[in-house]
């Protein structure tokens, strides 16, 4: 609401960076430092922490880096870092059971803030633009261009912008549409973890927690998550799913210093242990492909599989070719009519489209949704 104000003393920003800096540090307090390192080296938890700090390093450039920025950067991006891209290494049962509530509230605020800067609804703001081309680099604003007159430069001088602010929002869309995601997985899978769900669970027990079990612990998921393909048609999807169904994991097993460091532990202290995924295996050939999905015929669809394998090279390079030089004619270095090469990128995602395992494919999309 303040930032829809134009107050002339931005010093009173301070009091909401004061107040509100607790708030992620409160979070930081009750995360995991191995976890928190496990994270780091995700690449969901980069992306989306690398597209937070993008949107609001751009927007904060429109207040000119003044008090205002400090209340994105200082609150609202750490706050965004821990509840959302490190909310999985939280110790604390009660804040994991509550993320949802964490996650709709920073989805609610990230949608005002792109609102808002959308609607040019900020008081006392510009426009920054990156100008870049044959001159160099510098920076200027939006008026700035609006305002300057053409004076019939030479047609090898190219210049080109970048406003600032449309990376801002970009970078924000990003990452509300991320945060969604997260949203929605923590209401519809309250026990599973955000973003190490696809190569752990977590299974969270106090004094219950026992290595004599000859099983996980109550209440573990059972999911299999990593395909393996075999060399030959080795069955039918119809068993593949039976046998997925029936997969289930192995006794716990814990080397010797992680179980001497569970059994000095006291009852009411809690235990988080990461599992590698069951892994299982799908029947692979050529009428497992997605070219055979699409056709019917193996025979066909082996002779077109093998004739783009033998290929390949060719059909990367001329890929890799095509998008240099359209790249060039989107800059208009070339003409820009040349863009039309990018069309000869299109064989070498098809060859790797069409030998795919479609039973695997499915899998992924059925993850995805």
């Given amino acids: 609401i303040a930032l829809l104000h134009d107050i002339e003393d931005k010093r009173w920003y301070w009091l909401f ?12 307090s009750t995360r995991n430092p191995v976890l928190l390192r496990q994270l780091l080296t995700n690449f969901d938890a980069l992306f989306s922490i ?42 604390s049962d009660n804040e994991f059971k509550l ?12 949608t005002s803030v792109l609102f808002m800067d959308l609607g040019h609804l900020f008081k006392d703001t510009e426009s920054p633009v990156l100008a870049w081309g044959t001159s ?3 920076v200027t604003t939006a008026d700035a ?14 210049t080109r912008h970048t406003y600032v602010r449309s990376v801002g929002v970009t970078r924000l869309a990003f990452m509300i549409a991320y945060i969604f995601t997260l949203f929605v997985g923590s209401i519809t899978k309250p026990d599973e973890c955000s ?7 977590r299974t969270v027990g106090g004094a219950q927690f026992s290595l004599d079990k000859a099983t996980t612990p109550s209440g573990a998921e059972k999911e299999a998550v990593e395909a393996e393909r075999g060399e030959g048609d080795t069955g039918t999807i119809e068993e593949t799913n039976q046998a997925q169904a029936e997969c289930e994991f192995d006794e716990l097993k814990l080397n010797e210093a992680r179980e001497k460091a569970i059994e000095n532990l006291r009852e009411e202290e809690e235990v988080v242990v990461l599992m590698p995924a069951k892994e299982f295996v799908i029947a692979h050939g050529p009428k497992r492909t997605v070219l055979y999905w699409l056709c019917g015929d193996a025979e066909r ?30 800059l208009e270095v070339v003409p820009y009519e040349l863009t039309w090469f990018m069309i000869l990128a299109l064989p070498d995602p098809l060859r790797k489209l069409f030998k795919l395992n479609a039973h695997a494919v499915s899998l992924v999309l059925h993850e995805l949704d």
């Fill in 17 to 28: 960076v004061c107040a509100g800096v607790w708030l992620p540090l409160n979070c930081l």
């Fill in 50 to 91: 690398t597209n937070c700090l993008v949107a609001f390093v751009c927007i904060g450039a429109s207040f000119r880096f003044d008090e205002r920025a400090a209340t994105l950067l200082l609150v609202l991006f750490p706050y965004f870092v821990m509840a959302g891209a490190m909310g999985d290494a939280t110790m």
């Fill in 99 to 110: 993320r949802a509530s964490a996650l709709g509230f920073a989805g609610l605020v990230f």
């Fill in 136 to 138: 160099g680099l510098w």
């Fill in 145 to 158: 261009i609006t305002n300057t007159t053409s004076t019939g430069d030479a047609p090898w001088n190219v």
């Fill in 195 to 201: 973003i190490l769900k696809n190569s752990a669970r």
């Fill in 301 to 330: 669809t082996e002779k077109i599989n093998d004739y783009l394998e033998g290929v390949k090279a060719l059909l990367a390079n001329l890929s890799a070719a095509s998008v240099l030089l359209s790249i060039l004619g989107m």
